[in-house]
């Protein structure tokens, strides 16, 4: 198993719509989630961390569920400027260091 | 206050030649990543370093790949006789201390295309 997956895509939805992204992970001792933005051909930048009791930023929510070992993004009434793909980041905690690895990110594609 | 810097943004290099590619991380960060993003594919974590120490080298292939992260200086990946399949886009991340509940500040990367 992947240390870390996420819903395969693409995500093609209209304006207005609501969308979610899940992402699993396989290490139960992780402890810090977040969820990157990287637009076509730049560098993954930072949307939002995501904490124990879940969090929201405008139209983004994100929740963590540690039993299930998933976290989720919700995207509502999306935006044509939301398109991009959507990666989540997981610590992976080892014997003295953690490190971070992403998913394979997930594409959306806002349509008018 | 600049952010992770990364050069060249884009290099080209004939089969055989070596690439060296640069990451100066954000000031006051000690810990560097690198990752390898082939094309329509995901960030693949390579090596993970401390200044003189590499720490984590786990997503490194066994061979003609090096990383470094001197006492001063930039962090470099090193890519020794480069062959067609190591054209990709090559980020660089820097944090302030390990992972945990740290984010990664990303460079623009370089991309990297072998002809």
């Known amino acids: 198993r992947k240390e870390v997956e996420q819903d395969p895509g693409p995500f093609n939805v209209p304006e207005g719509a609501t969308v979610a992204f899940n992402c699993t992970y396989s290490?139960?001792?992780?402890?810090?989630f977040f969820w990157y933005r990287q637009d076509c051909r730049k560098e993954p930048k930072l949307l939002m961390s995501v904490y124990s009791s879940g969090n929201e930023d405008g139209r983004f929510t994100a929740q963590l569920n540690r039993a299930s070992q998933y976290i989720s993004l919700l995207i509502r009434d999306s935006k044509l400027s939301d398109s991009a793909t959507y990666l989540c980041?997981?610590?992976?905690?080892?014997?003295?260091?953690?490190?971070?690895?992403f998913g394979p990110g997930t594409s959306l594609s806002v349509i008018p | 206050n600049a952010g992770v810097m990364q050069n060249p943004r884009h290099l080209v290099r004939r089969r055989g030649q070596e690439a060296r590619l640069r990451c100066s991380p954000m000031?006051?960060?000690?810990?560097v990543y690198w990752y390898r993003q082939l094309p329509e594919e995901g960030l693949k974590f390579m090596v993970y370093l401390q200044k003189e120490n590499i720490i984590d080298e786990s997503g490194m292939p066994k061979e003609r790949f090096s990383a470094e992260f001197p006492k001063e200086g930039p962090s470099i990946l090193r890519i020794q006789q480069v062959v067609r399949g190591d054209s990709a886009a090559y980020f660089c991340?820097?944090?302030?201390?390990?992972?945990?509940?740290?984010?990664?500040?990303f460079g623009q990367g370089t991309r990297l295309t072998v002809v």
């Open positions: 991340a820097s944090s302030p201390q390990g992972a945990l509940n740290t984010e990664a500040f």
């Open positions: 290490n139960s001792a992780s402890q810090s």
């Open positions: 000031k006051g960060h000690s810990h």
């Open positions: 980041a997981v610590n992976v905690a080892k014997t003295s260091y953690d490190k971070v690895i």
